[in-house]
């Protein structure tokens, strides 16, 4: 067996916010010949622990990429599937946000979700709005690009209205019209399973951000492999497009 450095958990540099793209819950599910709706229940088990892991580590927000506007391209079966498990995920949260002062947020666009799923995010966003612990992003129904452009029609709207003058807009006039303003832009981004694109994620947001992809499955992703990626991290040198002091 390889032997592996313990890692002295004091020295990590904490990323205020993490990042995560989700990702292999269907090939988990395939290994052990289950449903693919299997794999997706295991890596909901999976968050939830990831959540109160991190809230412990220090992490202040943490964005994880549930749903994207392609997905729906999925058979209807596992579609209904996953938005009845994200429905369970967010009325359960409403209770656990009273207890551990969590804050969720939903980002994505919401016109094209269930009703009842729609009233779930609302309440949840609702009743812990004013929380002070960690910040849990969940994106469903969201695209990069989809959230773009939907932040260049507002903007434009505004502009057209005399709201704004298009000599004063810039970077932070962009990223407040985006669906993720007032949250600061990710330390650090996760994909897991081996793949390693951004698959239309956070692309304004993560221009300056540390990448890191491992091959292990979300089902399986937990506390280790989370401080594993922190370790990472850690030993990376964030220049922001500037030299090295
Ligand atoms: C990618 O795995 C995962 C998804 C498309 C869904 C992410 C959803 C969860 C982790 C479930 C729980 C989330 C909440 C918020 C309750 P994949 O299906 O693409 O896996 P594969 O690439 O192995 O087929």
Redesign the pocket.
Known sequence: MLFQKKIDESKLKIPAHVAI??????????KRMLP?KA???K??E??EEIIEDAAKLGVKYLT?????TE?WN?STE?VDA?MD??A???KDCVERTNKNNMRVKVIGERSRLRSDLIERINEVEETSKNNTGITFV?A?NYGSRDEITRAVRKLSSNVKDGAINPEEIDMDTISSFLDTASIPDPDLLIRT?G?ERLSNFLLWQLAYSEFYFTDC???DFNRDELIKAIYAYTKRDRRFGGRKK
Not at 21 to 30: E, L, P, Y
């Open positions: 793209i989700m990702d292999g819950n269907g090939r988990w599910a395939k693919r794999g997706h229940k890596g909901a999976a968050l994880v990429y549930a749903f994207s997905n999925r596992e996953l498990l994200f369970q995920y967010l969940l469903v399973s793949e499955l979300w089902p």
